[in-house]
């Protein structure tokens, strides 16, 4: 028996961004969009734990 670590080496982080007042959302926009890209290229950079 096995929970999502069993079905293999996949990860998923869901981020989500709730912005009041919406007036506000294009310059978090920006600002969401490059974490996302930060946090994906340590990810990918991160040597694997055994």
């Avoid at 999502?4 to 969401?32: F, I, Y």
């Amino acid at each position: 028996m096995g929970g999502p670590a069993a079905a293999g080496d996949h990860s998923r982080l869901v981020w989500l961004t709730d912005v009041l007042p919406h007036a506000m959302a294009d310059a978090v926009r920006a600002r969401v969009e490059r974490g996302i890209l930060e946090i994906k290229q340590i990810l990918e950079s991160a040597e694997p734990e055994i």
